[in-house]
Nanobody
Framework: QVQLVESGGGLVQAGGSLRLSCAASGRTFGIPGMGWFRQAPGKERAFVATINWNGGNTYSADFVKGRFTISRDNNKNTVYLQMNSLKLEDTAVYYC??????????????????WGQGTQVTVSS
């Protein structure tokens, strides 16, 4: 079982930055591929970014390219999402997710077994 705990969310003005962290604990099979997803009120959960086991492969949704960066520190069992140039439409609950038994990145939420509780990001004007 793997536990994921997100942190770093909060209230920020448009144009500002936040860095989300996702700390993983528990037993994993290898080093899993990880991802960030978000869910805004009244909308479905959406893919944001994903990273493979060693950080060599990353993918980001078109709406965050050039603004958000995913990274990981396997020594700390932590994945990060650096969010710059935040927009009002980035307001959402952000979830960290981990794959089970797969080290590759994935944009498909169905490929993830473990999910964090989410952290709220609110962007104000």
């Amino acid at each position: 079982q793997v536990q994921l705990v997100e942190s770093g969310g909060g209230l920020v003005q448009a144009g500002g930055s936040l860095r989300l962290s996702c700390a993983a604990s528990g037993r994993t099979f290898g080093i899993p591929g990880m991802g960030w997803f978000r869910q805004a009120p009244g909308k479905e959960r959406a893919f944001v970014a994903t990273i493979n086991w060693n950080g060599g492969n990353t993918y980001s949704a078109d709406f965050v390219k050039g603004r958000f960066t995913i990274s990981r520190d396997n020594n700390k069992n932590t994945v990060y999402l650096q969010m710059n140039s935040l927009k009002l439409e980035d307001t959402a609950v952000y979830y960290c997710a981990a794959r089970h038994g797969y080290s590759s990145a994935s944009t498909n939420p169905n490929d993830y077994t473990y999910w964090g509780q989410g952290t709220q990001v609110t962007v104000s004007s």
